[in-house]
């Protein structure tokens, strides 16, 4: 079987072309039971995706290649050396010797061997298919070279990979160092502050109020008109007609029991996933379900973005559900009754406009710095893949390894 990822026109010459079975021997792991792995013991364990912890005997001892054998990530390639368990879920190919094994990893990977998966609902890799595919192979010394060139190069990628990854980790703490402290402290640094009598609050500015959620939200309570869409709230916050997030892969109710009109500026929790964040105001007009806590002003004016902000922050560092009687039951809510019996800050509602606006400023500025560096992950995540199937195949000079003195 031959894979599309090489020309066999652009492979040097001298190069052969085997079918794997003749590179390589390849089997199953064995099996292991979940009781089996630990958190630590002599010999590591790998599965299909990696290693998966430890256990106290070994299946294999050397220097292999596996290859994840179901699942949706089949096909990935990982390394093990030593003694180790591979389990019945990851394919172990040995060299015996007559291959270079990080060779022989690399050019896997570029084979991208989860097209040869067999189906769809649990995907899965057969070894009698994988073993039966052409590759291009070179001398064993070039084999070498390549590998010591793919582990300095890559080396150098994973390298300004991992530091944009902590780049991301920074400035998501930046965008939620901004968010908390508008919400809690206001935008003067010098504002004089008072004890809010809210112990998960602390100290908030002097001239702001406090008071139960009755006094700020009223629980709307609007009707379904003909032509209305679904709105979903989000993990992300965002309250939106669910057409705009997804085409598919939602369920779709028989019976739309209970469901509620819902407006373009009303604040929005989701009873069972606020908690992880399901918190946000509405930028569309719909209908939703009844799950949905859908709140307008009660007798106090305020901004919906600013509740919004304030409320997910609430949720997502656990004071709501440590406030809401309702987590004791066995699927968590937060009704509107939990919400209007906590004491909550009220900023001015021109401060509130304020604070708002400075979020959506500073989170913008933040998430163009984000986005920036995801697509910076993004293509030296492509130029590492493109490197390695290039290198596999002849397509780049490889500098020979300096002779033995």
């Known amino acids: ?111 991208n061997l989860n097209q040869l998966s067999q189906s769809a609902a649990q995907p899965g890799l057969a070894v009698d298919v994988i073993t039966s595919v052409s590759i291009p192979v070179p001398p064993v010394h070039e084999q070498q070279a390549i590998a010591d060139y793919l582990d300095r190069e890559t080396a150098r990628i994973d390298a300004l990979i991992d530091a944009k990854e902590r780049l991301l980790g920074l400035l998501a703490e930046k965008r939620q160092a901004l968010i908390t402290r508008a919400v809690t402290r206001g935008l003067d640094p010098n504002a004089p502050l008072r004890d809010s009598n809210i112990p998960w609050l602390g100290l908030i500015p002097a001239h702001w109020e406090t008071k139960r959620g009755k006094w700020i939200f009223r629980q709307s309570d609007l009707p379904v008109r003909d032509d209305d869409e679904i709105v979903t709230c989000f993990r992300d916050g965002q309250v939106t007609l669910r057409r705009n997030r997804r085409d598919d892969g939602f369920m779709v109710a028989e019976k739309e029991v209970g469901y509620q009109g819902i407006r373009i500026g009303q604040l929005v929790l989701h009873s069972m996933d606020a908690f992880a964040g399901a918190i946000g105001v509405s930028d569309s007009g719909g209908k939703c379900s009844p799950e949905y806590i859908i709140c307008d002003p009660a007798r106090l004016s305020f901004n919906p973005h600013y509740y919004g902000y304030l409320l997910r922050w609430m949720a997502l560092t656990g004071f709501i559900q440590a406030s809401c009687p309702a987590v004791r039951e066995r699927a968590p809510r937060i009704r509107f009754n939990n919400l209007a019996e906590m004491l909550i800050p009220i900023p001015p509602i021109d401060e509130q406009n304020d604070i708002v606006a400075t979020i959506r400023r500073g989170t913008e500025m933040v998430g163009n710095a984000l986005h920036a560096a995801e697509r910076t992950i993004t293509l030296l995540k492509e130029r590492r893949s493109a490197l390695i199937a290039a290198a596999v195949t002849g397509q780049i000079p490889i500098p020979e390894p300096d002779p033995i003195p």
């Open 1 to 111: 079987m031959k894979l599309a990822f090489w020309d066999e026109s652009a492979i040097p010459q001298h190069w052969g072309k085997k079918k794997l079975k003749y590179v390589a021997s390849m089997r199953s792991g064995e099996t292991i039971s979940p009781e089996a792995i630990r958190d630590d013991g002599e010999f590591s364990v790998y599965g299909g995706n990696g290693f998966r912890g430890y256990t106290s005997t070994f299946t294999h001892e050397g220097n292999y290649v596996l290859i994840g054998r179901q699942g949706a990530l089949c096909g990935n390639v990982n390394y093990a050396s030593g003694r180790f368990w591979a389990s019945e879920h990851a394919i172990v190919a040995d060299t015996k010797g007559k291959a270079n094994v990080r060779w022989l990893g690399e050019l896997l990977r570029a084979l």
